[in-house]
Every structure is written in C-alpha cells, then in structure tokens.
RNA sequence: GGCGACGUGGCCGACUGGCUUAGGCACGGGCCUGCAAAGCCCUUUAACCGAGUUCGAUUCUCGGCGUCGCCUCCA
C-alpha cells in the first residue's frame, strides 16, 4: 500500500482507491500557449513515476490529464501575432507531448481538451447560480467563495489572513466582486475573442470550471487523486475544490503537489545551455533519461536544482547502469526478492525515490560483483531485481542499440590482433571504433560494444 | 504583514535521539588489464549559530541568522 503525502491532511496517509485494484488520478495539465518548460517536464515526471510503480505493483491506472486549450494567454498570443487562436493551442499541444515522449512519459488515458466541455462547463456554471453559490458582475460570472466554510483548506489558511497580506498586489476584475477571493467562472468575450454562447451571454470558461468539470465527468466523483505542481495548490486546486464542495459534490480524496525546479547558480546553466528553462532546450543537449534520474535521486516535494553538474552527475550515474545492464543482459532469473521488498518498502514511504535509488544502485554493485566473482546465480537474480526496478520508474536501460556490421568486423579483427599480441593494431581498432561512437571494452572473453 | 518549507561532508541528496554505514557524482590511492575501458576495494570528510530538554541531539523544543515557496498568471 503506497502512503503518500495529503496536502488536505498535511500528513502522509495511506492512497486509498475508490475501487480496489484500480486507481484513477485527475492531473492538471498545460495551457498550451508556449513550448514546455522544465518545470513542467518536472511535474510530468513525477507523476509518470507514479503512475509506472503502481502499474507495477498491479494497480490499473486511469489518469486524465487535461489541455487548457482556452485561456487568455493563448488569446493574447493569438492577438500579437495575427494568428488563430487555435493554430498556436494545436502547435503548442504537439509539442507539448512530443516533449513528453522523449522524456519517456507516458500519455495519460484521458487527455481533456477545454474546449470540449463547454456546455458541461455552462452546466456547472448554471447549476452554481441556481445555488446562489455565483454571481454576475459586469465582465463575467463569479463564484462566491463565502458560502464555502472551509475555503482555505488546501492553502492551509484562513481567507482573511491571505487577504491581509497580499495588500500590494491588484486583485483581479473587479471592484464589483463581493469578496476578494471570488473568482471568474465565465468571462464575457469582447468582440473579437473566441466566445461559446450561455445564458449570461458569449464568453469563455474561466480557468477553474474546466478541471472540475473534467474531473467529475470522466472519472466520476470522490476520485482517488488529484495532482499538480504545488503552485496549483492556491488558487487553482482550492478554486476546483470550492466549486464542487459548493454544489455538494464529492471531490478528490487524496491531494499531491510536487515541488519547484529552482534557480542555480545561474551562469553555469545560462551560458551553457542557453534558454534553461525550455525543455526541448534541455532534450536536445542531454539524455532525457539523465532528467529523470536527477528527479529519481530528489524527494519529489523537494525543491531541485536543474544545473549543468546536476545533470551531468545524473549522465554520469546512468552511464555505470547501463554498462551494467549491458553485461547482464543476457543473465534472467526470477528478480531478488529482498532487494524488491527493499525498494517497495521506499517507494510505499511517500515515494521515496531517492532511498530507492540508494537500493537499486546497491543492487547494481552487488550484481557486478557477483559477475566478476563468476556467481551467475546471483548475478541473474539481482541483475533481474534491477530490471524490475527500471520498469517501476520507468528507467529505460541503454542495452538494445544495434552494433552494425562494420563495427563487428572491426572488433573481430581487434581480438584476433590481441591474441596475436599485436597491440599497436589492437589500440588502432579500439580507437577507430571509439571514433565510430562504441564504447569499447576489451575484456578476457572478447571485445564488447556499446553504442555511446 | 500572513502561512509554510528548508539550512547535512567538494557538489547533489536521504534516513535517524545513541548502534557500522544512506546513495549518486567528483577527487585521491589500490586491485584487475598488454595498455585502456568497465568493474571492484579503500580513502577523504558531515550536519548554520545559540540556548534548552535528555544519560546522550544532526535528529525534539525555543530563539537568532540565512535561503526558498505560496498569499487570485504559473508544473
């Protein structure tokens, strides 16, 4: 049983599912108006994590995750630069998961577009005025947060201390708003903007109503998990939250955030890698694996710094894997089943990755010394335990590159010259396949190639 | 101003009131190797400061200093 940090609770509880052997998770995606960000290649990930170690264990996954394919941003974008609006969602949207296929996420079971619920939206909408849970104002329809008691919950703050201090800041539309916290539910559209028709008039979803709406429709209420970036605890989850609670809905029963990627000591990454926070920025000059293993290596509450010696030290690491894994390929074996326990045990504890990395990289030393002491046994079982822990977080192992014909001649010929002592022409070969791109290890039993 | 995190060895980063240690990366030494590579072994060295609780605190409490997040754009 996998126990997880509740943000409601503030404590870690056990993840209880709705129905048993199944797990159906809501998580709020992008607003497809820009390339991705580390940041969100952060969220994904963590939650990709998830998913894969509780697919694992046997739990079948529903995970809907939306695209915000409406939202001002998108229209302001649109307006600058004398597109349609939803050329730059489509565009954004591929590569948004073009992004997340090369970082090795899967795509959710349910990808949501706003744009598809808006009548189911209005639905809410409608049916929170007839509550008298929203109101009109000029330029839209507002929920009113007061007729929620426990609004405040997921921010773990009374409203009116919040509102104490933000006093600097400009609080949005409205003078006509009846509290500060209010928030917009439907934005009347000036001419011009995308509008869908509703009885106040045309407009657009606010930001809030789309994740409700989605939410309950496709997975149905008192759902299992709702998850996010931690920036989406206040306002965005508490608004989703308030709207349900409003009209008596039962929402999520489980809350995770996930913590920042944050700055670093920023020279370093800025020169080097150009626009940092871009993602595709990132994936083009590393192996996408590495970022995933940094992410492996920091509790996922944890703030992370995404650095050029944090990567690099990620590469590194992932390099001895999948050595490893290349002289071990051929071993199998039923998986060692302490290190499995081992690393569930980590894993149930608030996924505690860094401590089941601890256990997967112990288990790759075991096995490579088991290797080296000719203890084949051994070697297959923990060698299968590690497999089984790569596919838990879904760490694909670099061991199927094909090695083309050239090469194999070569490295033929380089271990006939070693058995003939030749080793000018030996280091020659090695250095002429090196140049080819094969990391060359010249062992007693032949040579091995990997592909760098 | 409110709320909340955090401050661990060269870097990253876990656990933990004492027991032998996280783990990764980097540095150094060694074994292995024709030489490399890979692998293995060893080494180095810790808990921001102060007070308190305790037989004993990096771990609990309080105070200080510092960093960060949220307080209606945001993964």
């Avoid at 920023?266 to 992410?295: F, H, I, Q, W």
């Avoid at 089984?388 to 061991?399: F, H, K, N, S, T």
């Amino acid at each position: 049983m996998l126990n997880l940090y509740d943000t409601a609770t503030a404590q870690i509880r056990p993840l209880k599912q709705r129905v048993p052997g199944e797990l159906s998770i809501y998580l709020c995606g992008p607003t497809v108006y820009g390339p991705p960000h580390i940041g969100h290649g952060r969220a994904t990930l963590v939650y990709d994590i998830l998913r894969r170690y509780l697919e694992w264990t046997g739990v079948a996954v529903r995970l809907v995750s939306n695209i915000t394919d409406i939202d001002d941003k998108i229209i302001d974008r649109a307006t600058r630069e004398s597109r349609p609006w939803l050329d730059i969602a489509q565009k954004c949207e591929h590569v948004w998961f073009e992004s997340m296929a090369r970082l090795g996420v899967k795509r959710p079971t349910d990808v949501p577009r706003a744009t598809e619920y808006v009548d189911q939206i209005v639905g809410l909408i409608a049916d929170l005025v007839a509550k008298e849970a929203a109101y009109r104002t000029d330029d839209g329809i507002y929920m009113n947060t007061s007729v929620v008691a426990d609004y405040g919950l997921l921010a773990h703050q009374k409203i009116d201390d919040m509102l104490a201090g933000g006093g600097d800041r400009n609080v949005f539309g409205a003078d006509q708003k009846k509290h500060p916290a209010d928030f917009v539910l439907w934005k009347f559209s000036k001419p011009g903007e995308p509008s869908w028709p509703s009885p106040w008039g045309e407009g657009r979803p606010g930001w809030h109503s789309e994740c409700v709406v989605m939410s309950l429709e496709l997975l149905g209420e008192g759902f299992d998990l709702h998850c996010g970036g931690a920036d989406l605890r206040f306002p965005h989850h508490e608004n989703e939250r308030a709207q349900a609670v409003a009209l008596g809905k039962d929402f999520a029963h489980h809350w995770m955030h996930n913590g920042f990627v944050v700055d670093t000591e920023g020279e370093k990454m800025s020169k080097s890698l150009g626009n940092v926070t871009n993602l595709p920025d990132l994936l083009d000059r590393y192996d996408a694996r590495a970022y995933r293993m940094l992410l492996l290596q920091t509790h996922y509450r944890s703030p992370v710094k995404v650095g050029l010696d944090n990567i690099d030290a990620s590469v590194n690491a992932l390099a001895g894997i999948d050595s490893f894994a290349a002289r071990t390929s051929s071993l199998t074996a039923t998986p060692d089943v302490a290190t499995l326990d081992a690393f569930r045990a980590a894993m149930n504890d608030d996924l505690n990755t860094p401590v089941a990395m601890g256990v997967l990289f112990d288990a790759v030393r075991r096995a490579n010394v088991a290797v080296d002491a000719g203890d084949t046994q051994s070697a297959a079982s923990v060698s299968s335990a590690v497999r089984e822990m790569c596919i838990a977080i879904g760490l694909q192992l670099d061991v199927a590159k094909a090695v083309d014909a050239d090469a194999q001649t070569l490295a033929t010929a380089l271990d006939k010259a070693r058995a003939a002592k030749d080793f000018a022409t030996a280091d020659a070969l090695r250095a002429e396949l090196q140049a080819l791109g094969y990391f060359v290890e010249t062992t007693k039993a032949g040579t091995t190639l990997r592909r760098a």
